[in-house]
């Protein structure tokens, strides 16, 4: 009887000294925010516009005004004289460089291998490249950026068919239609990108990022329905969120939220790795969370005691990594937010225009 008592004595011993088991898991949320241009441009600047050097080719699939409706920048008004900045876009018409008929050869064999038959299938191929490019320059003619669009040889494949002629006839049949579509959808993909990539450098895109927190899930542990309150109230605050409004009321509770997370190091302050991996959520989540108020300093600190803390230290680089790149984003933009509102109801080109 003495053994089993001291048995039951040295386990209750153990989970004192030790600590409940502590399981955390990611908890999944997005967050909404306002991006600041990479290439920061004048802040008069506002608007821009569009000049197209296309092919009659091209012109002839895009009726009206269709490729000046295809290229839009975020946070940019578009304007049919001249913008403060100006893409000039070169659109090429698309070149067949060659083509053929091709064969397959479908041999069928038996259960022993042996060879039964063949049938044939013929598919028409054809090789083309297209290309185009974009200069912009602002309107008093200052280079602002260049970017190019394909370029590359490209291959075109039909279906099968049962015969030669049949795959040779319906290319040649239709072989206008099939480089009219082809041409199509490389000028409006090439279009497509060069708004966004006129967005993500001098523009200000509206972003959504998959993000998570690291809350415990451990239903016996005493801090679980503390862990899951805070995490429901982290929820509501950072729905409210968008690229325009970061209210003072969110703010209030996201900081309500971070004394929260302060308290955790104090209560489970061991060398246990329970008690570590509880802190280490604390350090990580207060981090986010002060990358979401927008305040990348703060982030730092945290990332600094996460990598202290000595549990998973290797995810403090990344949030230094990303609170670096918010602080210079700020100071190249002299901004101290990414959420605000645009409105360029009243912005007006350049009066030269």
């Known amino acids: 009887m003495k053994k089993l008592l001291i048995t039951v004595s040295l386990v209750t011993l153990f989970f004192v000294s030790f600590g409940q088991k502590v399981d955390l898991d990611k908890f999944n949320f997005t967050y909404e925010y306002r991006d600041l241009p990479k290439v920061p441009l004048n802040p008069e600047y506002r608007t821009f516009s569009l000049k197209f050097n296309a092919t009659g080719s091209v012109r002839d699939n895009f009726g009206g005004t269709a490729l000046e409706d295809a290229v839009n920048v975020q946070g940019w008004k578009k304007v049919t004289g001249t913008g403060h900045i100006i893409a000039t876009v070169t659109l090429d018409d698309l070149t067949i460089n060659s083509s053929q008929v091709t064969e397959r050869v479908d041999i069928q064999k038996d259960k022993d291998g042996k060879e039964t038959g063949r049938k044939y299938y013929y598919k028409a191929e054809m090789s083309y490249v297209w290309g185009g490019k974009a200069v912009v320059k602002d309107y008093k003619d200052a280079a602002v950026g260049n970017a190019s669009f394909d370029g590359l040889t490209s291959s075109w494949t039909s279906s099968e068919y049962g015969t030669r002629k049949e795959a040779a006839d319906y290319y040649n049949n239709n072989r206008e239609e099939i480089k009219g579509k082809l041409l199509r959808d490389k000028v409006s993909t090439a279009l497509s990108d060069l708004g966004k990539w006129m967005t993500n450098n001098y523009g200000f895109p ?13 239903k016996k542990h005493p801090e679980y329905q503390a862990q899951h309150n805070t995490w429901d109230a982290f929820k509501k605050a950072v729905a409210t969120i968008t690229a325009d409004n970061l209210s003072d009321e969110t703010k209030e509770q996201f900081n309500t939220l971070i004394k929260y997370f302060d308290d955790i190091p104090t209560r489970f302050a061991t060398d246990d790795k329970n008690d570590k991996k509880m802190r280490y959520a604390s350090f990580y989540n207060k981090a986010k969370i002060y990358l979401y108020l927008d305040n990348p300093e703060a982030a730092i600190a945290e990332a600094d005691k996460l990598a202290a803390n ?35 109801s009243s912005v007006q080109p350049p009066a030269s225009n």
């Open 206 to 218: 509206v972003r959504k990022d998959a993000e998570i927190l690291w809350i415990l899930d451990a």
């Open 310 to 344: 000595d549990y998973d230290a290797g995810d403090a680089k990344g949030l230094k990594k990303e609170a670096d790149a918010l602080i210079q984003l700020f100071k190249k933009n002299n901004a101290t937010s990414r959420h605000f509102v645009i409105d360029l």
